[in-house]
């Protein structure tokens, strides 16, 4: 079953804007994680934020996190190139964290 | 360094052909997950284990194995692999403190092949 569902599924944005991906998820869940994945590759976690907590950064990110709509944000200031890749978002279950499930992801593409 | 590592990162093989796909990680992590990759679905957990001698299963188990006995090692079996396991997969692993699970670290993947 999907939990996370990012949106939208695909991005193009110029260099140097920002870009803003968006989460939403199902049941109740004691974080959210967000990771990039560059063309195959392996996932690497970019931020977590805690239920607990409203808004967290992490150099040019930026993540909300609003639990009462079940929902999570992701914004990318002064996109570089570098930044084209996929962005997922993961969530672990309040009552059971060990299981993650994954959204479908964002591909995102900065244009020169 | 710290890293997870999967061997093989390519596999073609026939169907009913048993296969293991071996994971390690040099981190001392509790917390080890097994995810396949498909166009248009994301990743799904196949199945998890939360320290030694101890997995559950994911989203979608079927067809798939796996043994903890190690705290490094996470091994994905598959006893009988069909066509429709051709994917991408990933393992990862992850500290778990009193606060839940941190940060999962991915290994660079194994694209298996099932003809």
């Known amino acids: 079953s999907q939990q996370g569902e990012e949106d939208p599924q695909a991005l193009s944005i110029q260099e140097g804007e920002n870009a803003t991906m968006n989460c939403s998820y199902k049941t109740s869940i004691n974080n959210l994680q967000w990771y990039r994945q560059n063309s195959g590759r392996g996932l690497v976690h970019l931020i977590l934020?805690?239920?607990?907590?409203r808004e967290k950064h992490s150099g040019r990110l930026r993540v909300t996190l609003d639990t009462s709509k079940k929902s999570s944000s992701l914004l990318i200031t002064a996109s570089r190139a570098a930044d084209t890749a996929s962005y997922f978002c993961a969530t672990g279950g309040r009552l059971r964290d060990d299981k993650i499930i994954f959204g479908k992801g964002t591909r995102l593409h900065i244009l020169p | 360094e710290a890293q997870v590592t999967q061997n093989p990162r390519y596999l073609i093989t026939v169907t009913g052909k048993k296969l293991t796909v071996t994971c390690s990680q040099n981190?001392?992590?509790?917390?080890m997950s097994w995810y396949r990759q498909d166009p248009g679905l994301g990743l799904r957990q196949i199945y998890y284990s939360m320290n030694v001698e101890v997995t559950d299963k994911g989203d979608v188990p079927e067809g798939y194995k796996v043994s903890r006995k190690e705290k490094r090692n996470f091994p994905l079996i598959l006893e009988s692999p069909s066509p429709n396991q051709t994917s991408l997969y990933f393992c990862?692993?992850?500290?778990?403190?009193?606060?839940?699970?941190?940060?999962?670290?991915f290994g660079p993947g194994t694209r298996l092949t099932v003809l």
């Open positions: 990862a692993s992850s500290l778990r403190t009193s606060g839940g699970l941190n940060e999962q670290f």
């Open positions: 934020i805690r239920s607990n907590e």
């Open positions: 981190m001392n992590h509790e917390y």
